[in-house]
């Protein structure tokens, strides 16, 4: 049994200009000390699936199934939920200081936070791990940065002190939302190689969510890619990377620039980004595929495959990238 | 490389944005209200009460009853007491046999002429002040800014008192005292909404492409500040209207044998054991009034807000 | 052959004040601090650097937004600001949604640069408007439509459209693709450079992404704590960094490439920028530096003028040298406690 098994999860938004589906159906599972990439633009969902997981989406529509060690996460009563929240799974945000709380201390709301989940601490023992948790992440002087403020850290700092704080459980699950996209490059290096770490020494699982394929490269052990809130290839990083099946994938995976420094010109995944009101019929993506065939428009593609999974109409051994794979996925789809 | 070029791959783009719907934010805003029930049943109380209020002489005339002319024979009982609602008098009579219908629709002309008119005048100065505060910033921005925290500290009611006592009072006379009162409100909000404006990047790339500042004001400025004056006025109506029948209830405001519901409300102090009617009528009208504009200025402001605009793809 | 754009020894100081009444000044923020830099007629100039490091206001002081503490700055030969020079002169901004306003309609908008210079009559500015619409990809029938009912893609082309009105010849743009999804920002990408080609134009072009850089610049310069540390043709720049500090930035890049990306050595940065409010002594980048001495915290280096790659270090990087990864950083295989360093004034001991 997988520690996170999510299956066919929906989340819609009553808006007043009409149903928002955030999320089509998402299911995935993550293994005990496994890493899995939740690659996905604006829009796609990736961010407000993990959220209903955790309760923390109000107001929304939710079905499907998410089973943490057995127990089923959707419907869990708030106070149950709350004390998984923290203990079990963790969660980092893009930007700490809406989760830090800015008029109490930084030691103290890990402290509080110890103390809520293990009653049995006294305060000195739950400070003196507090400590340990930010010397762990690499906050210097952490018997006298335990005393700051959140504004007192810059913001690698910060992030460092959400890592502590997400840690000081030893949760077995940790969502990393975005942890890095408002940190510097080189800051970003040091916060990820202290995840990597981290999770490393303590066998965490780590759900990372990021619009950046950078960042999937370096820290993930499968990749799951999601499209206006569905995921629409899963696969493990080399074979996502290197041996991609999904147009979409392919797109973003060639739109960059080259990293040799080639200056041919850009390859562009044509078109906008759907309407969340209004998503395309069939396959979310047809608007915007060059290798749109008529099927595509009508019938909604499931995931298919047995360890790389795709939901695209396209044969499955139809992969990679560059012109030689364009051009069969041309004939293909003709 | 041409031009050709550029617009041909923008060709196989399609062009429709998502959840195009070719219709400017008021046009979306006006459809998100005419969808919220409680904005919309509030408009149309609103609507009956300006309708009640302007046809209050045709009812005058079928009733026969002027709002000031006194029935002593009809209107009041042979202890002298008001009578109550009937086929004559539909809502009763007040304690000098006056026609309790006839002078409520009058007293509806007060309170939304002073409200309406008050509101009006305070959104007017609000307006200018805070612009100009908050556009200018510097010290016009801050001497503006004191002046409005005094008006906003001053005892209101005892201001009232003491100019209603030395000018006497009339009509207009409350409406400026109101107006007064109100627009460093209104001045707070746009001078506040015109420095977070100032900030924004549109104001930064107007500047850039050399356009002068009080181009800026208008053109970059001014629409931008529609909603908010437009949810505040709405909410200030209410407020108006509430301090005109202060007023008049302490007999402050308008000249006592007017009718308004503050002054009918005064009246009924005496004899709402007998007759409650004068108590429950002119309250109920003033609840509804305020209740509908306070509804309705709510309802603007989600409208013109719309948090689904956050959940659309793109943003 | 004179530079089209000429910068020399700006400074922009930002100061801090405190107190309500008497506003006294307690602190400078040294948001660019000396930048000498030539732009050449038809070239892209690319500028790198982290958030703080002055970029972005640099880009304000040369589109005339800020004025400059000190140092000058020429447009065509002349001091900016004369006639003429904010209709050469445009910016593009990084917010697809902050930097159109919401409340008026995109034609209106494209429109501004010829209202506020007085191009043309009415007629002729809708013909304009409905030209350039076509020219960045936007159907021209969409002029009377609102930004909101644009995607963030079709928001920065209309940016894009109003920024190329006055038919400008320099135009900075300022994170121009950092705001939007990936799979959009190559069609922007594409656009900016298919403008340039077909329009003449000369690009200053900030970024943080350092991939995006490469691919649209000729020549890149990688800013610190408000400085240059070096500048070079974009090519050069990227295969022999020669600053320590630049050599860190792009090992530190992440890359969609796993074999790659496992591949290449991390240089990883101790600690976090100083506080360009108290910049560090000698070389601003020291405290942090693999290969910092007890010059670099006395001597301030210089970026040499004349040459086409400079770099602003007392011992710059050579190539094939191996930055010590023992020096700075996390070590990878380590829970030591504490070894982050942030003291700014840790220097070359």
């Given at each position: 049994m997988a520690l996170l098994e999510v299956s066919g999860l929906t989340v819609s938004f009553p808006t007043p200009d009409g149903?928002?589906?955030?999320?089509?159906g998402m299911s995935f599972e993550v293994e005990r000390g496994r890493t899995l990439g939740i690659v996905g633009e604006s829009g796609s969902g990736k961010s407000v699936s993990t959220q209903t997981l955790m309760g923390l989406t109000r107001g929304a529509e939710v079905s499907g199934s998410a089973r943490f060690e057995g127990r089923e996460?959707?419907?869990?009563p708030a106070e149950e939920l709350r004390r998984l929240r923290g203990a079990q799974i963790a969660m980092i945000f893009q930007d700490p200081l809406s989760s830090l709380?800015?008029?109490?201390?930084v030691g103290w709301q890990i402290v509080e936070l110890i103390r809520i989940h293990e009653?049995?601490?006294t305060k000195a023992q739950a400070r003196k791990w507090a400590i340990e948790q930010l010397a762990l992440v690499g906050i210097p002087q952490p018997d006298r940065r335990v005393?700051?403020?959140?504004?007192?850290?810059?913001g690698g700092m910060r992030q460092r002190a959400m890592i502590a704080m997400a840690l000081a459980l030893q949760p077995k699950l940790i969502i990393a939302d975005e942890?890095?996209?408002?940190?510097?490059a080189t800051v970003q290096a040091q916060i990820l190689d202290l995840m990597a770490r981290l999770q490393r020494e303590f066998d965490t699982a780590l759900i990372m969510i990021t619009h950046d394929l950078g960042v999937i490269a370096d820290m993930a052990d499968q990749v799951l890619v999601m499209y206006a809130g569905k995921p629409i290839e899963v696969a493990e990083r080399r074979e996502l990377y290197y041996?991609?099946?999904?147009p979409y994938t392919v797109g973003l995976l060639e739109s960059v620039p080259s990293t040799t420094g080639a200056k041919e010109r850009l390859k562009p995944v044509p078109g906008q980004p759907p309407s969340l009101l209004r998503p395309p019929s069939g396959c979310a993506f047809h608007p915007r595929c060059?290798?749109?065939?008529?099927k595509c428009r009508t019938d909604v593609p499931p995931?298919?495959?047995?360890?790389h999974l795709s939901a695209c109409?396209?044969?499955?051994?139809v992969v990679g990238l560059g012109p030689e794979a364009a051009r069969r996925r041309t004939e293909e789809s003709s | 490389m041409s031009l050709t070029d550029a617009s041909a791959e923008a060709?196989?783009?399609?062009?429709?944005?998502?959840?195009?719907?070719?219709?400017g934010p008021w046009r979306l805003a006006w459809e998100r209200l005419a969808r919220d029930r409680a904005a919309m049943v509030s408009l149309g109380v609103i609507a009956v009460i300006v309708l009640l209020a302007l046809l209050a002489p045709v009812f005058a005339a079928i009733t026969g009853h002027?709002?000031?002319?006194?029935?002593?024979?009809?209107?009041?009982?042979?202890?002298g007491l008001p009578v109550g609602?009937?086929?004559?008098?539909w809502l009763g009579a007040d304690s000098?046999?006056?026609d309790l219908f006839i002078r409520i629709l009058y007293g509806a002309r007060i309170s939304l002429l002073v409200g309406l008119l008050s509101t009006l005048l305070a959104t007017v100065f609000g307006i200018v002040a805070g612009m100009v505060a908050g556009f200018y910033g510097g010290w016009v921005d801050g001497v503006l800014a004191r002046v409005l925290d005094v008006v906003l500290s001053f005892p209101y009611l005892l201001v009232a008192i003491v100019l209603v006592a030395a000018l006497g009072a009339s009509v207009p006379l409350m409406i400026f005292v109101i107006a007064f009162f109100s627009f460093a409100a209104m001045a707070r909000v746009v001078r506040g909404q015109t420095i977070a404006y100032k900030e924004r990047e549109f104001i930064e790339a107007a500047r850039s492409m050399g356009a002068g500042k009080v181009r800026t004001m208008f053109v970059d400025v001014v629409p931008n500040l529609i909603a908010p004056v437009t949810v505040l006025a709405t909410l200030l109506i209410p407020t108006s209207i509430v301090f005109e029948a202060t007023l008049s209830f302490l007999?402050?405001?308008?000249?006592?044998?007017?009718?308004?519901w503050g002054a009918i409300l005064a009246d009924s102090v005496d004899f709402y054991r007998v007759a409650p009617g004068l108590l429950v009528f002119p309250a109920l009208m003033l609840l509804l009034t305020t209740l509908s504009f306070n509804l309705l200025g709510d309802g603007i402001r989600d409208a013109l807000d719309p948090r689904s605009d956050r959940l659309l793809p793109g943003k | 052959m004179t530079p089209l754009l000429n910068v020399s020894d700006v400074r922009k100081y930002f100061p801090i004040r405190k107190g309500?009444?008497?506003?006294?000044?307690?602190?400078?923020?040294?948001?660019?601090?000396g930048v000498s830099l030539q732009v050449r007629a038809g070239e892209t100039l690319g500028i790198v650097g982290e958030s703080g490091c002055g970029k972005s206001t640099l880009a304000r002081c040369v589109t005339g937004l800020y004025p400059v503490t000190s140092g000058s700055i020429e447009f065509d030969g002349a001091p900016i600001g004369g006639k003429g020079f904010r209709r050469d002169v445009q910016m593009i901004f990084q917010d697809p949604y902050g930097s159109?306003?919401?409340?008026?309609r995109v034609g209106s908008i494209i429109a501004d640069p010829l209202v506020i210079h007085r191009i043309g009559n009415a007629a002729e500015r809708r013909r304009r408007v409905q030209e350039l619409m076509e020219l960045v990809?936007?159907?021209?029938?969409?002029?009377?439509?609102?930004?909101?009912?644009?995607?963030g893609g079709q928001r920065q082309r209309i940016g894009i459209a109003r920024a190329l009105a006055s038919r400008p010849r320099l135009v900075v743009c300022d994170?121009?693709?950092?705001?939007?999804d990936v799979s959009i920002q190559a069609q922007v990408i594409n656009l900016l450079k298919d403008l340039q080609a077909e329009l003449g134009l000369t690009y200053v072009f900030i970024a943080h992404d350092l991939s995006v850089v490469r691919y649209v610049s000729d020549r890149v310069a990688v800013m610190y704590l408000g400085r240059i540390v070096e500048i070079a043709p974009g090519e050069d720049l990227y295969k022999t960094p020669r600053h320590p500090y630049t050599n860190a930035l792009l090992s530190a890049a992440s890359v969609a490439d796993p074999d790659l990306s496992a591949r290449r050595e991390r240089i990883v940065l101790t600690g976090d920028v100083p506080s360009p409010i108290t910049p560090p002594s000698g070389c601003r980048f020291h405290p942090r530096?693999?290969?910092?001495?007890?010059r670099c915290v006395r001597e301030d280096p210089l970026l040499l003028p004349g040459g086409d790659h400079s770099a602003a270090c007392h011992f710059p990087v050579v190539p094939g040298e191996r930055l010590g990864a023992e020096h700075a950083?996390?070590?990878?295989e380590s829970t030591e406690p504490g070894l982050g360093r942030t003291e700014p004034d840790r220097g070359g001991e």
């Open positions: 149903v928002v589906r955030a999320v089509r996460l959707i419907g869990m709380h800015p008029l109490y201390t009653p049995a601490t005393d700051d403020y959140p504004h007192q850290f810059s942890p890095t996209t408002a940190l510097d041996r991609p099946h999904h060059p290798y749109v065939m008529p995931l298919m495959g047995e360890e109409w396209l044969p499955l051994d | 060709e196989h783009v399609p062009e429709e944005a998502p959840a195009v719907r070719g219709k002027d709002p000031q002319a006194q029935f002593p024979e009809t209107g009041l009982t042979p202890e609602p009937g086929s004559d008098f000098l046999g006056r007999g402050l405001g308008v000249d006592p044998r007017t009718a308004s | 309500v009444f008497l506003r006294r000044e307690v602190g400078r923020v040294h948001a660019v601090d159109l306003n919401p409340r008026r990809g936007l159907n021209p029938e969409h002029f009377n439509r609102f930004p909101a009912e644009f995607s994170e121009p693709v950092s705001a939007l530096c693999p290969k910092a001495q007890a950083g996390i070590p990878q």
